[in-house]
């Protein structure tokens, strides 16, 4: 997520770190950088000007000439403007009316609305402890109702019966009438999209907020748009009390332009991002942490987070037991790297860390990529439980059986038992220190220990 910025922003603070003092010329250079950044992200020309000539005063001021470290003042200046522009602090879906509360999900036909409505509907009953009800409104996209029905029947979503033919005006008031019926405290509205907006399309959306007065209409927006993003959120802005924003596909988002444009062009917040296909990949848009990550300072809070929700407690418990008393098996290994997968893999762990670029440029020199963990999956899974427990024992021969049983070759066997060595001897020295490290989150550490 905004790889390309993240890597454009670390070049121009690099340089201007290592500078002892700066003047007006330097500041200027970096500022022409942070520019020429923003644009290539594709964030919108009037943000960028207004970002600039936010920044460029206070990075001409006179307690950044006279710091001892001014680069890092500079640093601290554009973080403090972008979490600004971002909104300052994460917002909060209201819920805040008598139930069944009405929210109202709007935006372009191909936005992943659909989707994110039942992201939603997961994200308030298992934080919000509500009971959700979501309807479709689509009713000229062939089997949009269907998929949204197929999505709650997978995730156990109480979702509102089809009938053929009725109009959306009347979908509602069904809606609201079996939400409350059925003791729902959130009713979802999914509105039909259009592959851009039209009279008609906004005339409808008008048309249903009068209808179930919403709490919250909140515009889902494909971040992979950019500029185009943002322009059609303040086409939504000037036609409906939009009160927030979802970006979707915000984890093949290289750019960031939607992210910086968005709160500043529709003013309104930027409340979720969808970071994957899966119904649980969903966050809470933070924006000092976002700011952090576009920085290349990391994102270590919810890194944790995620480890929390994402990892197998009790696993986890049993593997601090092992380790305390010394003991570490391939077993145990295995369980790390099906851990490692759950949280996203490399890739979704390392894009919690700072200095990323420079960590994925050492990945690439050391030959790491998402690979290892499937291979070295596989490779576990050709041994005999003999060989998990103790692998001291595996041969020549043995070698030879486990390489043609996962596809793999001797070299990667040798490979996978030397890592195995390293790690194991780690964990025997943890387990007479803090156990507090990487290993009870999940993450093996002889991954990242090859990085140095």
Request: proline content about 4%; overall charge positive; some cysteine.
């Amino acid at each position: 997520m905004f790889e390309n910025l993240t890597n454009k922003f670390e070049e121009i603070f690099s340089s201007l770190k290592k500078a002892p003092s700066l003047d007006e010329k330097q500041v200027d250079q970096g500022l022409k950088g942070i520019r020429l950044a923003l644009l290539e992200a594709d964030v919108s020309l009037d943000v960028v000007k207004e970002f600039i000539s936010r920044v460029k005063p206070k990075a001409l001021g006179q307690e950044i000439i006279r710091s001892t470290s001014p680069g890092d003042m500079v640093v601290k200046i554009v973080y403090d403007e972008i979490v600004s522009f971002l909104g300052d602090k994460n917002s909060e879906i209201s819920l805040n009316a008598v139930p069944p509360v009405p929210i109202m999900l709007v935006g372009l036909q191909g936005s992943g609305k659909t989707t994110t409505t039942s992201k939603l509907a997961k994200f308030l009953e298992k934080n919000n402890k509500k009971k959700v009800m979501m309807a479709s409104l689509d009713v000229y996209r062939p089997a949009a109702q269907e998929q949204l029905r197929l999505l709650g029947e997978q995730n156990n979503i109480e979702t509102l019966p089809i009938i053929e033919g009725q109009l959306p005006a009347d979908i509602c008031r069904r809606a609201l009438s079996a939400a409350n019926l059925n003791g729902c405290e959130v009713v979802l509205f999914d509105t039909a999209g259009r592959t851009q907006i039209d009279f008609q399309m906004m005339n409808e959306i008008k048309q249903i907020e009068t209808i179930i007065n919403p709490a919250e209409t909140i515009l889902v927006a494909d971040s992979l748009t950019g500029q185009v993003a943002a322009n059609v959120a303040k086409e939504f802005k000037n036609t409906v009390n939009l009160s927030g924003i979802i970006l979707t596909r915000a984890d093949g988002d290289g750019r960031g332009g939607a992210a910086l444009s968005m709160k500043y062009v529709a003013e309104v917040p930027i409340k979720f991002l969808g970071v994957g296909e899966k119904i649980e990949n969903f966050e809470v848009f933070h924006p000092d942490r976002i700011a952090n990550r576009i920085l290349g300072m990391g994102d270590i809070v919810s890194l944790v987070e995620k480890a929390s929700e994402d990892l197998d407690q009790e696993n986890l418990k049993k593997t601090e037991e092992k380790l305390k008393k010394g003991q570490f098996s391939m077993e145990d290994y295995l369980s790390q790297l099906r851990q490692m997968k759950k949280m996203g893999g490399i890739e979704g762990i390392m894009s919690f860390l700072p200095g990323v670029s420079k960590i994925k440029s050492q990945m690439n020199q050391s030959g790491i990529d998402e690979k290892i963990i499937t291979q070295n999956e596989a490779v576990i899974l050709s041994m005999t439980k003999q060989e998990r427990e103790n692998p001291k024992i595996i041969n020549g021969s043995r070698k030879k059986r486990i390489a043609n049983g996962s596809g793999t070759d001797i070299a990667t066997i040798n490979k996978l038992l030397k890592q195995f060595k390293m790690m194991s001897e780690m964990m025997k020295k943890m387990s007479k220190g803090n156990m507090k490290g990487m290993a009870d989150k999940g993450i093996p550490p002889e991954l990242f220990n090859q990085l140095k």
